[in-house]
């Protein structure tokens, strides 16, 4: 059972332009939610976080929007650059039994973002 | 700050031999986490440590998986009597708990191939 669903499997831009990367979720006890790009041969990096009671996060040319009652997440990327190129992750976490960091990451499968020149 | 380092990075063996991978955590770090990533799918936890106590193993870590971190830094990451399913990327990742959301820094991960 997905917890954490990304029903795009790729996604193909142009350079300078948006990329918008979608994330569904149904655990309504995640209340913490993080992207992650990772390259080939890499391990994922950590790339922007939201929590629960924020609807928006932004950092540089990325932000994240959250949608609670819609279980929904997206990444938007602007504008998007041929180095953007990863599969991005979108993952989950809920709040542990002792009310502190949770440590239990909830993936989903992955977008493979090309962006081209 | 030299990331979370793996080795090795690609191991080869044969179906019912015994493997050992060694993570080495951001010295900082006292949170170190082991996950699993097959083909096509996001990373799965596998089970996850705090300082030297191992604090929950997932229902994917079977009796022939084991894992320990002695003293708090380094883990190691044992699979007993391999099988062609343990064929996987594992990735180990760390975290400090002095904040709430401390998002988890991952290695390069170790490729395991059973053949």
């Known amino acids: 059972d997905q917890q954490v669903k990304q029903n795009s499997p790729s996604l193909s831009v142009q350079e300078g332009r948006i990329s918008i990367l979608n994330c569904d979720y149904t655990?309504?006890?995640?209340?913490?939610f993080l992207w992650y790009k990772k390259y080939p041969a890499e391990g994922p990096t950590f790339l922007i976080s939201?929590?629960?009671?924020?609807d928006k996060n932004e950092d540089g040319r990325f932000t994240v929007f959250l949608n609670k009652s819609a279980k929904h997440l997206s990444l938007h990327i602007v504008p998007s650059q041929p180095g953007d190129s990863a599969v991005y992750f979108c993952a989950a976490s809920a709040k542990g039994n002792s009310g502190g960091s949770n440590y239990k990451l909830t993936f989903g499968k992955g977008t493979l973002l090309t962006v081209n020149p | 700050d030299t990331g979370v380092s793996q080795d090795p990075r690609h191991k080869i063996t044969k179906r019912g031999q015994n493997v050992t991978f060694r993570c080495d955590p951001i010295s900082e770090h006292n949170r170190l986490y082991w996950y699993r990533q097959t083909l096509g799918q996001g990373p799965e936890f596998l089970t996850y440590f705090q300082n030297e106590a191992q604090l929950e193993k997932s229902r994917l870590l079977s009796d022939r998986f084991s894992a320990e971190r002695p003293k708090g830094s380094f883990s190691t990451l044992e699979i007993q009597r391999t099988e062609q399913g343990d064929s996987a990327m594992y990735l180990c990742a760390s975290s400090y708990t002095g904040r709430r959301h401390s998002p988890l820094h991952f290695g390069n991960g170790t490729r395991l191939t059973v053949t």
């Open positions: 655990n309504s006890m995640f209340d913490y």
């Open positions: 939201i929590s629960s009671i924020k």
